[in-house]
Each structure stands twice: as C-alpha cells, then as structure tokens.
C-alpha cells in the first residue's frame, strides 16, 4: 500500500511541474521598500487584481511603523526577502561587512515574519565573487523598465513591462517612498498579461512550479527561472 501511495505521490509531482513548465508565468518584484507611503499602494493594486509579488526589502527600513505593512503583504500571500541593510555597493565591502549587511537584513524580516527569507538582490545589482560566496542565499535580479526616474511615465512603465515580459522572466520594480507611478503602472500592467495568459507568482513559486532548484554560491543571479 505504501509502495502504490509513493507512486501517486510522485505521478502528481511530475504532472504539477509540467502543468507549471507550460504556463506562462511571471514574478512581480519590488525594492527599496518597506514603508508606509508607497508600499500600500502598491499593496492596493495587487489586492485589488487578487496577485501575489515579491518585496526586496532594505533592512534600514524595517521598524515599528513599517511591519504591519509587511503583515499585511505576507496575509495577501506575497514573498518578503532581502535586499540589503543599507542599499550600498557591497562590491565594495569586505566579507565581514557583506555578511552584516545581510544577515541584518534577514533577521529583521525574520522577526516580523516569522519566515527566514531564500532570495537576495544585490543593492544596484552589483555582486563580485566575494558576494556569491558569503552570502547564503540565492540571488535575484530581472528586467527594469528604469521606474526609478521620475520622469518615466506610468504609460511608459506600463509599456516597457508589457512590450518584454516572457515565461520565467522577474520583473524588477520599485515601491520606494514617493515612487507612485509605479503603483498606478501596475493597474495597466496586471490586467494585460493576465489577458495575456500569464499568471503572476512570487519568486519561490517560480522556481517551484517550473521544477528548478537554484542553489546559493552557483555566482549566477537569476533574471529567469530559465538562467544557467
């Protein structure tokens, strides 16, 4: 009976990874966050659109004012995960100072959530070899749409996701405090690639249903699932 149970099991594994490696999936991410202002917008649009994203979140910026909007963002089923303690070019730093920043980071996030984070972005994207190999976690980059100039309108923020986004891909956002037009780009963004066909999930989940197991000091940062 254990024999046949195991099989199940695993027939059910296999279809779920193909059902995934077939649908057209695609990770929203945020950095720079949290904070009261801006987050919650963003919040709102993915509520609103009953979507998950991921949060790249700066650990200088995780306080008694901010960790009810990060509750608020892991109960709607979105990822919270570590984008640094200072957002400084940690190309820069040595071992000891990379693994401050974070480890700070983490555990701050840990300690609202509950839940150690899995995934890395490297303030800037700037990683060098000392980086892969201090920091214990998988790292993440993606495609932007330069949603951090202010004069980028929502159209075009909007436009510049819609135009590239492919299976696999990570998009690369900003829920920065004052950065608005990102939030009102997003109620263009999501109803598209929905019509599109494409489904919206956070980071882990990526990786999940398309079957790939990324591992940590691989010195390889993942703007697709599909990166090697």
């Not at 649908?23 to 950095?31: G, I, N, P, R, S």
């Not at 980086?131 to 309108?153: A, C, R, S």
Request: contains cysteine; charged residues 25%.
């Amino acid at each position: 009976m254990k024999k046949y149970f195991i099989m199940i099991v695993a027939v059910l594994v296999c279809l779920t990874a193909a059902a995934g490696d077939n649908e057209k999936l695609v990770a929203l991410t945020f950095d720079d966050g949290p904070n009261t202002v801006t987050t919650p917008k963003v919040l709102d649009v993915l509520e609103e659109n009953g979507v998950v994203a991921t949060f790249f979140l700066c650990g200088k910026d995780i306080n008694t004012s901010t960790r009810d909007v990060m509750k608020r963002a892991v109960k709607l089923g979105c990822e919270l995960e570590n984008h640094s303690r200072s957002h400084s070019h940690m190309s820069e730093m040595n071992a000891d100072k990379i693994r401050m920043e974070a480890n700070f980071t983490s555990h701050a996030i840990k300690q609202v959530t509950g839940r150690a984070p899995q995934f890395f972005r490297a303030p800037y994207l700037d990683t060098n070899d000392l980086m892969y190999e201090t920091i214990d976690l998988i790292f993440i980059g993606g495609f932007d749409v330069k949603d951090w100039e202010p004069t980028v309108t929502a159209a075009d923020r909007s436009q510049g996701v819609i135009s590239r986004v492919k299976d696999g891909d990570v998009v690369l956002l900003h829920d920065f405090e004052g950065n608005d037009a990102t939030a009102e780009a997003l109620k263009t963004i999501i109803p598209e690639l929905k019509k599109q066909g494409y489904t919206f999930v956070t980071v882990s989940q990526l990786f999940k249903l398309k079957g790939i197991t990324p591992k940590p000091h691989a010195k390889i940062t993942y703007h697709n699932v599909y990166d090697k």
